[in-house]
Nanobody, 114 residues
Framework: QVQLVESGGGLVQAGGSLRLSCAASGSIRSISTMGWYRQAPGKQRELVAT???????DYADSAKGRFTISRDNAKNTVYLQMNSLKPEDTAIYYC????????WGQGTQVTVSS
């Protein structure tokens, strides 16, 4: 089992920044992918960004140039630095850990006011 604890969400004005963190614990594997997904009201959950244990990253088009995903393997923690936030970034952000199976965090709310 893997437990994921997210933090860093909140309310911010458009143009502002937030940094999300997700700490993994439990049966951590040396090779894994961690990522951030989001779900806005009435919409499907969508990819924001992922990062492998080797440091390879992938971003949704909506995140490119504004968001940066990073990872501290020693701390089993993944971060999402979000800059130039827009109201359409408002969603619940979920952390995902993928190794031999998927694990999801409980989600953290990000609200961007106009």
């Amino acid at each position: 089992q893997v437990q994921l604890v997210e933090s860093g969400g909140g309310l911010v004005q458009a143009g502002g920044s937030l940094r999300l963190s997700c700490a993994a614990s439990g049966s951590i594997r040396s090779i894994s992918t961690m990522g951030w997904y989001r779900q806005a009201p009435g919409k499907q959950r969508e990819l924001v960004a992922t990062i492998t244990s080797a440091g390879s990253t992938d971003y949704a088009d909506s995140a490119k140039g504004r968001f940066t995903i990073s990872r501290d393997n020693a701390k089993n923690t993944v971060y999402l630095q979000m800059n130039s936030l827009k109201p359409e970034d408002t969603a619940i952000y979920y952390c995902r850990y993928t190794a031999w199976r998927d694990y999801w965090g409980q989600g953290t709310q990000v609200t961007v006011s106009s």
